[in-house]
């Protein structure tokens, strides 16, 4: 990557939070039809805390301290919040052997000489776990905009863990602006199409991706990009190759390095509208703008 100092106008949007990493990715921004924005870190704050639990024979407690165990080793924001809340309710957690990750799908570890799994509905459901006593209580809490993980000990079923994560409250203005400038909107996440529906419907964004692997994200990108130049907006080490394939890869101040080191824009304030200060920044330049 070049070195800020190069790039005309860097220090002015710096100023304003914006770090341009070269002088093309601030020209590329200008011809942008199509702005694709990760969902959980970039249109949310990124910080999901435990809002329900359902366990199948009630024992809540339980499924917390297995799942908390399961998730321990992983950096996900989901499996930070599952260990907060059973540190939050005092639980022994207990210890775990051969613990793996999956990344966009969830964790697997043993647990006394049994496999515990931790993940979205479709991981689980993918194993072979029947969801039937917990699927209304998933379609709820989904619908209200919240992640559902769920938690099997071998291939019976614990429960279920809703977690919710807060819309950026910047977010609604600044996909306005960008309509208004015709700019078209959309959401790409891992997550299920429920949740995603209602987080693109309280930001306004028009077009929503769900349930799209890591792997894949990189992929769509190529194929939107057959309409018009795309930008895309992200946090996550799953963002990284959808960053490095977009015309302009724009990553939040707060996310993963690797998302950073993959990105021609940083956002070091980490507000969804310094998209929009970026983009203008990018037309006008930073006197103009003002
Ligand atoms: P996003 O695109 O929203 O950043 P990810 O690709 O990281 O999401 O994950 C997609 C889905 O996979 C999550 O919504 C969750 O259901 C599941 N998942 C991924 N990692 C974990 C984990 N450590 N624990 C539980 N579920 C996970
Ligand atoms: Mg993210």
Redesign the pocket.
Same mark, same amino acid.
């Given at each position: 990557s070049a070195p800020l100092s190069i790039v005309r106008g860097a220090g002015e949007a710096a100023d304003h939070g914006v770090l341009m990493r070269t002088g093309e990715s601030f020209q590329a921004l200008r011809r942008v039809t199509t702005m694709v924005f *990760?969902?959980?870190?970039t249109l949310t704050e990124g910080r999901p805390a435990v809002r329900d639990i359902i366990s199948v024979d009630g024992e809540e407690d339980t499924l917390l301290a297995l799942a908390a165990a399961a998730?321990a080793a992983?950096e996900?924001p989901? @499996?930070r919040a599952?260990v907060e809340a059973a540190l939050a309710r005092d639980l022994t957690i207990p210890d775990v052997t051969d613990f793996q @990750?999956?990344? %966009?799908? %969830?964790?697997t570890a043993q647990i006394d000489g049994e496999p515990v799994r +931790?993940?979205? #509905?479709?991981?689980l459901t993918e194993l072979g776990i029947d969801l039937a006593l917990v699927s209304d209580g998933i379609e709820t809490a989904e619908d209200q905009g919240q992640?559902?993980?769920v938690a099997a000990r071998g291939d019976r079923l614990l429960g279920a863990i809703a977690l919710g994560d807060a819309l950026r409250t910047d977010a609604a203005e600044t996909m306005q602006q960008l309509h208004e400038l015709g700019i078209r909107t959309a959401l +790409?996440?891992? *997550?299920?199409e429920r949740?995603a529906r209602h987080i693109a419907r309280l930001a306004g964004i028009e077009t929503v991706h769900a349930g799209?692997? #890591?792997e894949q994200k990189a992929d769509l990108l190529r194929e939107m990009q057959h309409e018009g130049r795309v930008a895309m907006i992200g946090d996550?080490i799953?963002?990284a190759p959808a960053l490095m394939q977009a015309d302009v890869g724009i990553a939040m101040g707060s996310g993963t390095d690797i998302a950073i080191d993959a990105a021609d824009i940083i956002i070091l304030n980490s507000r969804v509208s310094s998209v929009m200060t970026a983009w203008r920044i990018s037309h006008w330049g930073y006197r103009k703008m003002l």
């Amino acid at each position: 990557s070049a070195p800020l100092s190069i790039v005309r106008g860097a220090g002015e949007a710096a100023d304003h939070g914006v770090l341009m990493r070269t002088g093309e990715s601030f020209q590329a921004l200008r011809r942008v039809t199509t702005m694709v924005f *990760d969902k959980t870190g970039t249109l949310t704050e990124g910080r999901p805390a435990v809002r329900d639990i359902i366990s199948v024979d009630g024992e809540e407690d339980t499924l917390l301290a297995l799942a908390a165990a399961a998730e321990a080793a992983s950096e996900h924001p989901l @499996a930070r919040a599952v260990v907060e809340a059973a540190l939050a309710r005092d639980l022994t957690i207990p210890d775990v052997t051969d613990f793996q @990750a999956q990344s %966009g799908r %969830g964790v697997t570890a043993q647990i006394d000489g049994e496999p515990v799994r +931790v993940g979205s #509905p479709a991981f689980l459901t993918e194993l072979g776990i029947d969801l039937a006593l917990v699927s209304d209580g998933i379609e709820t809490a989904e619908d209200q905009g919240q992640t559902v993980i769920v938690a099997a000990r071998g291939d019976r079923l614990l429960g279920a863990i809703a977690l919710g994560d807060a819309l950026r409250t910047d977010a609604a203005e600044t996909m306005q602006q960008l309509h208004e400038l015709g700019i078209r909107t959309a959401l +790409v996440t891992g *997550d299920n199409e429920r949740t995603a529906r209602h987080i693109a419907r309280l930001a306004g964004i028009e077009t929503v991706h769900a349930g799209v692997l #890591p792997e894949q994200k990189a992929d769509l990108l190529r194929e939107m990009q057959h309409e018009g130049r795309v930008a895309m907006i992200g946090d996550g080490i799953n963002d990284a190759p959808a960053l490095m394939q977009a015309d302009v890869g724009i990553a939040m101040g707060s996310g993963t390095d690797i998302a950073i080191d993959a990105a021609d824009i940083i956002i070091l304030n980490s507000r969804v509208s310094s998209v929009m200060t970026a983009w203008r920044i990018s037309h006008w330049g930073y006197r103009k703008m003002l």
